[in-house]
């Protein structure tokens, strides 16, 4: 069985520093791997997926996420916060293969930028 | 906008009472996931379906929960006899399928609160 967890239930940081949100998977294969963030009332968009090409994945609003193995990580980072950012962080797996792709998702980290 | 769309966005009912909720995929996505998102918590996985075939359920969808996708389209989640821990936002969300990995996407979302 997969899971996903995510360490930081809320992380808070200043206008133009970095963004680390960290996220740690348990499979018995690399999974698949993704981000999607949540604005208030709103549903999940995607933000960057790996799927076993390139190890540093580039997203969307400047986001990036490195997989690592070794680790069993992949930790999303942005170099410098910006107060749109302010929102929740889901990272969710979903099965190699075409197995329904049905996503195991961590718990979030609500990130909150500070001016 | 040709996006996922879920209906209704609220729905508040009484103890017992049934509910049902809609979902319409985007239109050439012949896969279609419901997830129930309690506040605080990541999304969970209840059922999804390719086209009008339900193949796979989570042991979270109990016997009183049960969606159709009658015509491989738009599909409906009916729960009955509603429970206080009903209460949460349920996810609609469509991909299409194949062998490589296709990204969901999400609707809405439809708040279920039960007083």
């Known amino acids: 069985a997969q899971s996903v967890t995510q360490l930081g239930s809320h992380v808070s940081v200043s206008e133009g520093a970095l963004v680390l949100l960290r996220c740690n998977y348990s499979s018995s294969v690399p999974p698949y791997l993704f981000w999607y963030v949540q604005y208030p009332n709103q549903g999940l968009q995607l933000l960057l997926k790996?799927?076993?090409?390139?190890?540093l994945v580039k997203g969307i609003n400047g986001f990036e996420a490195e997989f690592k193995k070794s680790e069993t990580s992949f930790h999303l980072t942005k170099p410098s916060a910006h107060m749109s950012d302010a929102a929740e962080y889901f990272c969710a797996v979903s099965p190699y293969g075409d197995a329904g792709n049905m996503l195991t998702f961590g718990g979030g980290t609500r990130l909150m930028v500070k001016p | 906008d040709t996006g996922v769309s879920q209906d209704p966005r609220h729905k508040i009912t009484k103890r017992g009472q049934n509910v049902t909720f809609r979902c319409d995929p985007i239109s050439e996505h012949n896969r279609l996931y419901w997830y129930r998102q309690t506040l605080g918590q990541g999304p969970e996985f209840l059922t999804y379906f390719q086209n009008e075939a339900q193949l796979e359920k989570s042991r979270l969808l109990s016997d009183r929960f049960s969606a159709e996708r009658p015509k491989g389209s738009f599909s409906t989640l009916e729960i009955q006899r509603t429970e206080q821990g009903d209460s949460a936002m349920y996810l609609c969300?469509?991909?299409?399928?194949?062998?490589?990995?296709?990204?969901?996407?999400f609707g809405p979302g439809t708040r279920l609160t039960v007083l």
């Open positions: 790996y799927t076993s090409a390139a190890t």
């Open positions: 969300a469509s991909s299409p399928a194949g062998r490589t990995l296709n990204e969901q996407f």
